[in-house]
């Protein structure tokens, strides 16, 4: 069973900076996709960007394209989320998940429900 834990949220105003990590154990890391994901009071979860098995595979939510930037280390079995130009509507909980199953080595799914492991969220919170 795969355990993941992330680190690196906070309050921030807005305009700024903050990188979120994804820290896996118990399992091989290399062969899941990754995934960030986020919910907000009252919404639902959303997908926020996700990295294929090969590092250069990734993809982003159009409302984070061009400001955030994930990547994956696969020898510190960690992901990694650098979020840049923070919005008040970027406030939520942020969580990190594995998919075990992907469709391939360049495949990551931007669905919630394609992914089987998940941390236990990092709140995120940017100030006006």
């Known amino acids: 069973q795969v355990q993941l834990v992330e680190s690196g949220g906070g309050l921030v105003q807005a305009g700024g900076s903050l990188r979120l990590s994804c820290v896996a154990s118990?399992?091989?890391?290399?062969?899941?996709?990754m995934g960030w994901f986020r919910q907000a009071p009252g919404k639902e979860r959303e997908f926020v960007a996700v990295?294929?098995?090969?590092?250069?595979?990734?993809r982003y939510a159009a409302s984070v394209k061009g400001r955030f930037t994930i990547s994956r280390d696969n020898g510190k079995n960690a992901v990694y989320l650098q979020m840049h130009s923070l919005k008040p509507e970027d406030t939520a909980v942020y969580y990190c998940?594995?998919?075990?199953?992907?469709?391939?080595?360049?495949?990551?799914?931007?669905?919630?429900?394609?992914?089987?492991?998940w941390g236990q969220g990092t709140q995120v919170t940017v100030s006006s």
């Open positions: 990295v294929a098995l090969r590092g250069g595979a990734t």
């Open positions: 118990g399992g091989t890391f290399s062969t899941l996709a």
């Open positions: 998940a594995g998919d075990r199953t992907p469709g391939g080595p360049y495949s990551a799914s931007s669905s919630p429900t394609a992914y089987e492991y």
